[in-house]
């Protein structure tokens, strides 16, 4: 049975679209998935370090499709997974490197080896991200609880759905459940209102998710991190397992509280 | 302190947020902007000033989004001795 492609975009720049596609890679090969993350910014690669296979890189994606190197030379296996691969973009071409149907064969191909095949879109509206969304079985829309990201996040929305894609899946990343707490950023339910799709996950903000960065090494990869634990379960519901949303606390309750009283 | 704000109602910025979302959401899924409104509703005021006497001054007119889609209203007082009481009632157009 041929895998699936899964587009993660948003509009915005800047919401964690790398950092998604990076995790749900990791959680879904966690989950014994076979994936493959393609990083189709091109001229802009940074799905590469945030994996921390940047150091590994021979082939990239505008090789395969120009033809210098085959599939199998430019994917990258991650040492750590070896259910997880990624194809690197190009970082000194252009977007108009590559077409609508270059990525969509390149997506037929990937399809026949992989469960699932996770594209990190470019932000913006313009041709990259059209390209990402052309080869798309599923969509996913990553947007933080402002109110920027979360305009884009609904003409996004809208131009999937005018390509004749199901529905996009949401998720709401970076939340701060003390500020939602106090009412001084939107909850998730506020967000689901008003762009009224459905919810994929929601991830807490996390510090984690920038000393992880720092070192190459996605949060998904550990089990303590609140963020981690988000992705896994968005993995899991991605594998159509009913995996009940999380209600987050205040700033990690009374337990983490205490604990940072102590350590002072 | 949060039980406090709970009982006197006071709502954080959050709740501004919503509203300015679904106020420029709403612009942005019809494509009607306020600037267009604004024309609307001058054409209104100069169509119905032609048979009734209103009160150009109060015309309101708006889009909501809700359930059933987006909905265009115009509320417009008429001036006139007898229908003073109900002049404020909406007229959807």
């Known amino acids: 049975m041929p895998g699936q492609v899964l587009t993660i975009t948003s509009g915005k720049g800047g919401v964690g679209k790398t950092t998604a596609t990076a995790n749900i890679g990791v959680a879904l090969a966690r989950r014994g998935q076979r994936v493959a993350c393609v990083d189709a910014d091109i001229g802009l690669r940074n799905l590469d370090v945030v994996m921390g296979l940047e150091n590994r890189i021979v082939y990239d994606l505008v090789d395969v499709v120009e033809g210098r190197a085959k599939l199998r030379q430019a994917l990258i296996k991650d040492k750590r997974l070896p259910e997880l691969q990624l194809l690197p973009a190009a970082q000194t071409r252009l977007k108009s490197a590559v077409n609508e149907d270059q990525l969509k064969s390149l997506c037929e191909s990937l399809k026949q080896e992989f469960d699932f095949v996770l594209i990190d879109s470019p932000a913006g509206i313009e041709s990259g991200f059209k390209n990402s969304i052309a080869p798309a079985d599923r969509v996913i829309i990553v947007v933080t609880p402002e109110v920027s990201s979360v305009r884009d996040a609904d003409r996004v929305i809208g131009l999937v759905e005018a390509y004749e894609k199901p529905t996009p899946k949401l998720i709401i990343n970076r939340l701060r459940p003390a500020m939602v707490k106090r009412g001084d950023m939107l909850d998730t339910a506020d967000v689901l209102e008003i762009l009224a799709i459905d919810l994929i996950g929601i991830v807490p903000e996390d510090e984690r998710i920038i000393t992880s960065t720092n070192r190459g090494q996605p949060v998904a990869l550990e089990d303590h991190s609140e963020a981690g634990a988000a992705f896994m379960r968005i993995a899991g519901r991605l594998m159509g397992q009913d995996i009940p949303f999380q209600v987050f606390s205040e700033s990690g309750g009374l337990r983490e509280r205490l604990g940072q009283w102590f350590r002072r | ?93």
């Open chain 2, 1 to 93: 302190m949060d039980v406090f704000e709970r009982i006197f109602g006071r709502s954080g910025s959050a709740s501004v947020a919503k509203k300015r979302l679904q106020l420029v959401l709403t612009q942005d899924r019809t494509n009607i902007s306020p600037e267009t409104l604004n024309l609307i509703k001058d054409e209104i005021i100069a169509v119905i000033s032609k048979h009734v006497e209103i009160d150009a001054d109060n015309v309101e007119v708006s889009i909501a989004s809700g359930e059933e889609g987006h909905r265009l209203t115009a509320d417009i007082p008429v001036v006139s001795a007898r229908t003073m009481r109900h002049a404020r009632k909406p007229k959807t157009v």
